[in-house]
């Protein structure tokens, strides 16, 4: 069974950076695609970035730019965010999935593993 957790999350002002990271027990992201995705009360969960285990990235447009995706290794994955802004507040969440045969992104709610989730709040 696989163990996603997040860290990183907190409290910034418009402008600023934070970087979160995922860390999975066991280390699987040799073998696993991943992606970060956020929610915020009353909105489904939506694709912020994700990466292909060959190293593919693609963003959501509203972050291009601003957000990067990054393996550290196999046990953990960052985003790094910068120039954060109010509509970037959300709770962060860290999903990977095993690549298949017609897809190599992580799959999305309903599938492979997620983590618990950390805040990010963005408020002057």
């Known amino acids: 069974q696989v163990m996603l957790v997040e860290s990183g999350g907190g409290l910034v002002q418009p402008g600023e950076s934070l970087r979160l990271s995922c860390v999975a027990t066991?280390?699987?992201?040799?073998?696993?695609?991943v992606a970060w995705y956020r929610q915020v009360p009353g909105k489904e969960r939506e694709l912020v970035a994700a990466?292909?285990?060959?190293?593919?990235s693609k963003y959501a447009e509203s972050v291009k730019g601003r957000f990067t995706i990054s393996k550290d290794n196999a046990k953990t994955v960052t985003l790094q965010m910068n120039r954060l802004d109010t509509m970037d507040t959300a709770v962060y969440y860290c999903?990977?999935?095993?690549?298949?045969?017609?897809?190599?992104?992580?799959?999305?709610?309903?599938?492979?593993?997620w983590g618990q989730g950390t805040q990010v709040t963005v408020s002057s």
């Open positions: 990466r292909t285990l060959g190293g593919d």
């Open positions: 999903h990977a999935d095993r690549p298949g045969r017609q897809w190599l992104f992580p799959r999305g709610p309903g599938f492979g593993s």
């Open positions: 066991p280390a699987i992201f040799d073998t696993n695609a």
